[in-house]
T-cell receptor
Framework: GENVEQHPSTLSVQEGDSAVIKCTYSDSASNYFPWYKQELGKRPQLIID?????GEKKDQRIAVTLNKTAKHFSLHITETQPEDSAVYFCAATSPGRRALTFGSGTRLQVQP | GAVVSQHPSWVICKSGTSVKIECRSL??????MFWYRQFPKQSLMLMATSNEGSKATYEQGVEKDKFLINHASLTLSTLTVTSAHPEDSSFYICSASGTLRLNTGELFFGEGSRLTVL
């Protein structure tokens, strides 16, 4: 089955700096890679996603890149703000599996 | 996006009792629902895949007789934790995929249910 690894597990940045979270996946059939933000006790919220036919996608301060050959994808947050502090999860799925396989999560702390 | 509602949001029960959690898709038909479990400071782990009108498919290591899943309609799936024990205390989250989105991977999550077993 799919295995998704995520690094780092914790990340602390100063407000205004950039944050990068990286994930690798094992199943070459995976074609959908969403990123979720989860605040304590809340449901995961989709913040951006990318499909395997695209190498990069950007939405304001958030961008995701995908390298299919290396089977890794990354989340980039620029101009970080204290409200960006949360746990971020990457995930992957394939048409055959349908369910998402999540990475282990990254706790991002943005220091004001 | 589509709305998925989960109930109850939190429940406290005594060891040995059973607890039922409901997951409803409010504005779309969910042919497939997924049940995840999340322990404190850990990731979401898939427990089972629920397909409307058929038996659920459980992930390895998840006891089907302990975690009963029923998906009797296109808008409702239920998870019943039978004979709950303290180690079952966790955050249970459902997610749903609609007919039109089944093959795109997009999922919509319920609010989650925090179960505490005393």
């Amino acid at each position: 089955g799919e295995n998704v690894e995520q690094h780092p597990s914790t990340l602390s940045v100063q407000e205004g700096d950039s944050a990068v979270i990286k994930c690798t996946y094992s199943d070459s059939a995976s074609n959908y890679f969403p990123w979720y933000k989860q605040e304590l006790g809340k449901r995961p919220q989709l913040i951006i996603d990318i499909r395997s036919n695209v190498g990069e996608k950007k939405d304001q301060r958030i961008a995701v890149t995908l390298n299919k050959t290396a089977k890794h994808f990354s989340l980039h947050i620029t101009e970080t703000q204290p409200e960006d502090s949360a746990v971020y999860f990457c995930a992957a799925t394939s048409p055959g599996r349908r369910a998402l396989t999540f990475g282990s999560g990254t706790r991002l702390q943005v220091q004001p | 996006g589509a709305v998925v509602s989960q109930h109850p949001s939190w429940v406290i029960c005594k060891s040995g009792t059973s607890v039922k959690i409901e997951c409803r898709s409010l504005d779309f038909q969910a042919t497939t629902m997924f049940w995840y479990r999340q322990f404190p400071k850990q990731s979401l782990m898939l427990m089972a895949t629920s397909n409307e009108g058929s038996k659920a498919t459980y992930e390895q290591g998840v006891e089907k007789d302990k975690f009963l899943i029923n998906h009797a309609s296109l808008t409702l799936s239920t998870l019943t934790v039978t004979s709950a024990h303290p180690e079952d205390s966790s955050f249970y989250i459902c997610s749903a995929s609609g007919t039109l989105r089944l093959n795109t991977g997009e999922l919509f999550f319920g609010e989650g249910s925090r179960l505490t077993v005393l």
